[in-house]
């Protein structure tokens, strides 16, 4: 539900290992690597019931906006009307969430025991979300990913590539996954249960290592030969640090542990 890029690569990896997968979508393209329907959640989730029952459903539904009606709508009220309409036979709820539930900002490490403030109206709406899909009564589990990256995001080399300064001091500490990983993880996860495995509630999506902005634009401004970037001092603001064992602990191996990895890959894939 929501299949869009993250959807869409899930579905098609499980559909090649001989699952039957829909995709549902408010304006699905022409060509789809398996069948998708006009479905807006938002707008009629009852829309739903003309669907074969499902045995497992992924919600990754992202909001069109930035904005606090946006975000209320896709992980308040949808989700909500969105369960309404699963049946008791559910074999697993998984559901695409962030680490900007969190609101730590010191450096802090953090795992899936940490609390979840959420300060800003996103993440308030996500742990909404979160809440709505744990006290569902379904098999249910929550992936929060962190910032994704890959095959089309290419912000960082567009940044480093401008020229732009980066804060070196105090550090301002990044954490990421993959977009294949992402997938793959999540993939991983619907086999998990479809096999019997039990699966935590909760888990984080993200790679090994936590770093910081500086070190992630130094790696890239070398691999594009460009010069080191310009230094400025950041606030006292210093994002966070998140730990992955439960995803290590699953089995799933990543195919990009660390940004050296992935930016590696996507910039010889740019040259």
């Not at 896709?74 to 049946?87: F, G, M, R, S």
């Not at 509630?201 to 890239?220: H, K, Q, R, S």
């Not at 998140?242 to 195919?255: A, E, F």
Request: with cysteine; glycine share 8%.
């Amino acid at each position: 539900i929501g299949c869009g890029d993250l959807g869409t690569s899930i579905g098609t990896a499980l559909a090649a290992e001989g699952w039957r997968v829909f995709g549902v979508r408010r304006h699905p393209p022409a060509q789809t690597p398996f069948p998708q329907v006009a479905i807006d959640v938002l707008a009629n989730p009852q829309a739903l019931r003309a669907l074969p029952a499902p045995d497992f459903v992924v919600y990754t539904v992202t909001p069109p906006q930035r904005t606090v009606e946006a975000y209320r709508a896709v992980y308040d009220t949808a989700v909500q009307a969105v369960l309404k309409e699963l049946p008791a036979t559910l074999s697993r709820f998984l559901l695409v969430s962030s680490t900007g539930v969190y609101a730590q900002q010191q450096g802090e490490w953090l795992d899936e025991s940490s609390p979840a403030q959420p300060a800003g109206f996103s993440g308030q709406a996500l742990l909404a979300g979160e809440q709505h899909v744990l006290a569902s009564g379904l098999p249910a589990t929550v992936v929060r990913l962190s910032g994704i990256y890959g095959p089309g995001r290419h912000r960082l080399i567009e940044r480093a590539r401008s020229g732009a300064p980066v804060v070196q001091n105090p550090p301002d500490w990044t954490n990421r996954i993959h977009r294949d990983d992402a997938v793959g993880f999540l993939a991983q996860l619907l086999r998990m249960s479809h096999a019997g495995a039990s699966l935590h509630a909760l888990y984080l999506g993200t790679d090994d290592e936590p770093v910081t902005e500086w070190d992630v634009m130094c790696f890239i401004h070398h691999a594009l030969d460009l010069p080191p970037p310009m230094p400025v001092t950041g606030g006292e603001d210093q994002n966070k640090r998140l730990r992955n064992d439960r995803l290590q602990q699953s089995g799933y191996k990543l195919r990009f542990p660390t940004f050296r990895e992935g930016y590696g890959d996507m910039i010889r894939r740019l040259s």
